[in-house]
Structure formats: C-alpha cells, structure tokens
C-alpha cells in the first residue's frame, strides 16, 4: 500500500463520509436541522472536491499508483452510496432512484474487476455517458442534502436536485447498457 500525499486525500474523502451521514444524528439542540443541511451539504462538496485533488496531486507530483487507481473509485461509490441512504431515510430522494444508482455501482464495480481479470479492462473505461452521469449525480446531492431555498428563494434546491438525481438515474442506467453491451461479447467468447 502506497501511502503518498493523493492517496492520503482519497482517504480523507473515505473519512468524511460518516460525518455528511453522521451530522444528522446530532442532537437537535445542538444542531438545528436546517444547520444539519448545511453541515452535511458542506462536508459532501469538501469531500467531492478532494475527488478532484487527489487527481491532480496524482498527475503533479506524478504519484500514479495502482492503490490509488483501486482507492479512487471506490471512495466515489461509498460517498455517493452514503450520501444516498442518508436522503433516503430524510425522504428526500426515491427508493427506486436511489437503488437504480447504487445497484449500477455495484453491477459495474462488478463488470470491471471481472474484466481486468480477463485482461481487459481498458474495455469498460469510463465513457463520456458515465462522466454525465456523475456530473449529474455530484450536483443532485449537495442541492438534496442542502434543502432549502437558495438566492432568496428564487433557486428550489430540493425541486432542482430531484430532477437532477432523477437524469443522473437515466444516465444510470445507459451507461450500465453500455459497459454490459462492450462486455457482453467477451462473455459469449467464454474469455
């Protein structure tokens, strides 16, 4: 394991992930729930930014490693996940939304170690619907987790991020179809 500085933030970014699900087990009188929403709103956007970081550092002091290349992604799917149970449990995103979005996680998650297994990995890169997809789904969850009313109520972050987190869904799914089709050839072939 190959503790260098962008893999340190990518566990910084596993380590923030209890807090956005923990600050909303805060008693009340401590924390009002509006300042949850902050807290929680702002802790994710920390967290998806070290996302960034951690690439950059990587690229920089060209710290490439194949820990890092594991760490990265899946400190993505946990914070996503986490964040996703979290709006759940506040009946703030769907079931079937938020399923669809961590199953496909999972699914591909899947797809991929299997077919780094058969030596082709480089067949279930990231696709550009996949960048749309988490693009979509990195700015649904801050305006869910945030709540409230944004520019003196002119900006509904609960409505917005709903059909945000809805499109990062359909995304979702074409992009499963997608990595299953490139895959799906591979499996016939018994590779």
Sequence with gaps: MNLNAPNLVTLLR???????????YVPDGLLSFQGKNIAATTIFIVAA????????????????????????????KLMVAGALVVLLQLERVDALVALIIIGRE???????????????????????????????????I??????????????????????LINIAAVLTVISMLYYLRKALPLARTGA
């Design 14 to 24: 596993i380590l923030l992930i209890p807090l956005v699900v923990g600050v909303f």
């Design 49 to 76: 930014l070290t996302d960034w970081l951690d690439g950059w550092l990587a690229r920089k002091l060209n710290q490439m490693s194949a820990f890092g290349a594991f760490l990265d992604p899946v400190a993505d």
């Design 106 to 140: 999972i699914a591909i998650s899947a797809l991929r170690e299997w077919m780094a297994r058969i030596g082709q990995s480089k067949s279930v890169a990231v696709a550009t619907v996949g960048k749309l997809k988490t693009i979509s789904q990195m700015i649904a």
């Design 142 to 163: 801050p305006l869910l987790l945030y709540h409230d009313s944004l520019f003196f109520a002119w900006l509904n972050c609960q409505a917005l991020g709903t059909v």
